[in-house]
């Protein structure tokens, strides 16, 4: 299991503040999804007052996770990398299967994306392991289903790229 369970007890821990100053301000229940979203907002709940507009604020979250897959990874990371960080801020993964494509079988495309795609799954392992990425190498599982067997969480919020 690669869940990081101190980490979510620290966000459902935070879940009952920021739940509550939100229904409050609303004056109504909330859906699922507004209360994923008022958790995850960039403030404490004590800055609620002035709850966000809906097509007229600008607001910033803070995700518990970032995916990536291999295909659009390489972009991300390249701006990540521009950026000029020792590490990533927010808990990442990177998983190698959208550049295999799915013509004989198994063993055989994964062997022909790895002989195609060598460099690409090189960089995203190199980037991966220099600034603190989790690295699904090719043939480790498909990125979804890998997300939710090791790493979603009810309630959680998450970037994929």
Same mark, same amino acid.
């Given at each position: 299991?690669?869940?990081?369970?101190?980490?979510?007890?620290?966000?459902?821990?935070?879940?009952? !503040?920021?739940?509550?100053?939100?229904?409050?301000? +609303?004056? /109504?229940?909330?859906?699922? #999804?507004?209360?994923? =979203?008022?958790?995850?907002?960039?403030?404490?709940?004590?800055?609620?007052?002035?709850?966000?507009?809906?097509?007229?604020?600008?607001?910033?979250?803070?995700?518990?996770?970032?995916?990536?897959?291999?295909?659009?990874?390489?972009?991300?990371?390249?701006?990540?990398?521009?950026?000029?960080?020792?590490?990533?801020? !927010?808990?990442?993964?990177?998983?190698?299967?959208? +550049?295999? /494509?799915?013509?004989?079988? #198994?063993?055989?495309? =994964?062997?022909?994306?790895?002989?195609?795609?060598?460099?690409?799954?090189?960089?995203?392992?190199?980037?991966?392991?220099?600034?603190?990425?989790?690295?699904?190498?090719?043939?480790?599982?498909?990125?979804?289903?890998?997300?939710?067997?090791?790493?979603?969480?009810?309630?959680?919020?998450?970037?994929?790229?």
């Amino acid at each position: 299991m690669i869940h990081d369970l101190d980490m979510i007890r620290q966000i459902y821990s935070l879940y009952p !503040v920021k739940i509550a100053a939100a229904r409050e301000r +609303l004056g /109504r229940p909330m859906t699922l #999804a507004e209360k994923v =979203l008022f958790a995850h907002l960039d403030v404490d709940a004590s800055a609620l007052a002035k709850l966000p507009e809906r097509k007229k604020d600008y607001v910033d979250f803070r995700p518990d996770r970032v995916a990536m897959q291999d295909a659009t990874a390489q972009m991300a990371l390249l701006q990540f990398m521009s950026a000029d960080m020792p590490r990533v801020a !927010v808990p990442s993964t990177v998983h190698c299967d959208h +550049l295999i /494509r799915a013509e004989q079988n #198994a063993k055989e495309d =994964l062997e022909r994306a790895l002989g195609e795609n060598e460099e690409v799954y090189d960089f995203l392992a190199s980037v991966s392991k220099k600034y603190g990425l989790g690295f699904w190498r090719p043939g480790s599982g498909i990125i979804h289903q890998v997300i939710f067997e090791n790493y979603a969480f009810p309630g959680g919020m998450m970037i994929g790229t």
